[in-house]
């Protein structure tokens, strides 16, 4: 019989999972556990008259430090477990990082950094497998327990504002990128004001405010720049803006022909296929023939 | 000198601390003082160990007021033991801050180091991981010979077997180490145009068990020092997995690779290739990124987008 196949959950499904193994604090007995065995094993040792059986008392301490050492051996494991998950959402396989983090996160629930990086990639996954509403209630999970000053809680913020344009949630969102906005200059040059800025631009697709879009436009490489080829999405949105715009402007044809140079960037970056998976308005353009000279003009 | 002058060079003698220490940092790297700290380190841990093992065993012999003096010496060894451990854990708490230093403020980095380095007696791990960050310091500030000095250094100390047969690389907080001290020797060689140490250093990382992200920057390392070394047919071998690993890397190192690999194909007549990733890299850098890293491939002719 084949395995089951892991589908990706729904924002009810991971409202469940996130409860169900939330971050707990490690029991405060273990912590002194230790202690006591080593004072008591040390009391013993000054009053107990046992002659050679004295010996014997150090047998818990070995037993301590064998169990010191499975937790170590544990914690070891867990750490390559969330490593791996980390490493398949670089090679941008989300399907079976989803999986692994899925699986690994009630073993996490007492490790807050572990923890928190597996759901912080259970977002992403979700994000990138357009399951956008199950991504914005891991991301509400992690910014409701991360200091709101912490530079990726910024970033976290921008990606939930692009889960909730992608619901239609457009007034939390706007709401959202405002506040991101006070924080763009002290990030400015950053992955995250990078990130903020692909998220307005998604916020003007989704308004139909293409000429806001399109006016901003002289800035945009050197802005989604530290996204790396991440880019290439911002310019496919760029791209489909100029598109809807060359259908109502008077300017036609320099419009169209904007449209084609930012699409031939976006697609120098990623895949068509990958633009239109992740952004379904842009298959209108998925089928454009690419010609680098096009985009050199 | 003026008048005016003195008066203002008395002035600011005045105003500043003439009594302040300077602050201090480490000296310039000795391979010969490494060895005495290891020494001194190691024999005070062995030497608590053969103490309390001989007190245990002594101790069957000793009866009356004795045995007292007897359990009384293991508790203080012990204690002794404790304090050991507690200044080892202390220096070992500080790696993460001195690891971020170096990254943000070296010259900070620099003074925790040196007083991080003045404990007596550091488990033999701490030290070396204590003398890694300094390897990475030296890095961060262009002294590149330095900087491979104390990789090899240290590299060495790792390898050379411990007593009770152990091996101090085992563990995978040692090997991570050991992957870092590679990629950093790598990386200093290349810069001191040493392509032989830098394809001894690439040649270990094979051989070294490594996270995604150490086998980027080795891969990044390796096409930087193929394509220097003339190998361009060799830099393109694997293209689409580079190419692949390349995207999962920060958008500089990103850029950088796609600069070297374009030198490469241009160099090795495949012009379409060339353009695809000379094009590429123009979106992935600023002009300003594109001249240092094409200035970093010496003597190699550059791709035709860049010119």
């Known amino acids: ?297 | 000198m003026t008048r005016d002058a003195d008066a203002t060079h008395r002035e600011s003698n005045d105003t500043a601390p003439s009594d302040a220490a300077p602050t201090p940092v480490c000296p310039p790297f000795d391979p010969r003082a490494l060895a005495r700290r290891l020494a001194i380190d190691g024999a005070v841990h062995w030497g608590l160990l053969i103490l309390v093992v001989m007190i245990i065993a002594l101790g069957r012999f000793m009866t009356g007021p004795t045995a007292i003096v007897g359990d009384s010496l293991v508790v203080g060894v012990i204690v002794g033991w404790i304090w050991l451990s507690s200044v080892g854990a202390r220096a070992a708490q500080q790696l993460p801050i001195i690891a971020r230093a170096v990254e943000i403020d070296p010259a900070v980095a620099d003074t925790q180091l040196a007083a991080a380095m003045r404990r007596p007696a550091l488990p033999r791990s701490v030290r070396l991981m204590l003398y890694a960050h300094l390897a990475g310091l030296r890095h961060h500030q262009d002294r590149s010979a330095e900087s491979a000095a104390i990789c090899q250094a240290v590299l060495s100390r790792m390898n050379r077997p411990m007593l009770l047969g152990g091996r101090l690389g085992r563990g995978s907080v040692n090997v991570h180490m050991r992957v870092q001290l590679l990629l950093l020797l790598a990386e200093s060689q290349l810069n001191l145009n040493n392509l032989a140490g830098a394809h001894l250093a690439i040649a270990q990382l094979h051989q070294t068990p490594r996270t995604l992200v150490q086998t980027m920057q080795m891969t990044a390392l390796q096409t930087q020092y193929e394509v220097s070394a003339g190998y361009f047919q060799l830099a393109l071998n694997h293209i689409e997995q580079k190419i692949r690993l390349a995207e999962a890397m920060p958008w500089p190192q990103c850029g950088a690779m796609h600069v070297m690999l374009a030198a490469a194909a241009h160099q090795a007549k495949r012009p379409d290739l060339a353009d695809w990733l000379s094009r590429r890299a123009k979106l992935l850098c600023t002009a300003d990124q594109l001249k240092t890293f094409s200035m970093r491939l010496v003597g190699v002719e550059s791709c035709p987008a860049e010119g």
């Open chain 1, 1 to 297: 019989m084949p395995p089951p196949i892991f589908e990706p959950p729904t924002a009810e499904q991971m409202q469940a999972h996130l409860s169900a193994h939330a971050l707990r604090a490690p029991s405060r007995w273990l912590g002194f556990l230790p202690l006591m065995l080593g004072l008591g094993v040390l009391t013993m040792l000054f009053f107990a008259d046992l002659g050679a059986a004295a010996l014997l008392l150090w047998a818990p301490l070995l037993g301590l430090m064998i169990y010191a050492n499975a937790r170590a051996y544990r914690l070891q494991q867990l750490q390559q477990r969330t490593l791996r998950i980390q490493e398949l959402v670089l090679l941008c396989d989300y399907p079976q990082s989803l999986q692994l983090a899925w699986r690994t996160l009630p073993s996490l629930a007492t490790s807050a950094a572990l923890h928190h990086q597996a759901v912080a990639c259970t977002a992403q996954c979700l994000t990138s497998l357009r399951q956008p509403g199950a991504a914005i209630v891991a991301y509400d999970y992690l910014l409701d327990r991360l200091p709101l000053d912490e530079p990726v809680a910024y970033e976290l913020r921008a990606h939930r504002a692009m889960a909730q344009l992608a619901t239609d949630r457009l007034t939390d969102a706007d709401q959202a990128i405002r506040q991101l906005r006070h924080a763009h200059d002290r990030f400015k040059g950053a992955t995250l004001a990078a990130w903020r800025r692909m998220a307005q631009l998604f916020q003007q697709v989704r308004t139909h405010h293409d000429a806001d879009a399109v006016a901003e436009s002289d800035t945009l490489l050197d802005e989604l720049r530290p996204l790396g080829v991440e880019a290439g999405y911002g310019y496919g949105l760029l791209a489909y803006c100029y598109h809807r715009s060359a259908q109502h402007d008077e300017d036609q044809p320099r419009a169209s022909v904007q449209a084609r140079v930012w699409w031939s960037r976006a697609a120098l970056l990623l895949s068509p296929q990958t633009l239109a998976y992740r952004y379904p308005e842009l298959e209108a353009m998925s089928d454009w023939p690419l010609d680098p000279r096009i985009e050199k003009s």
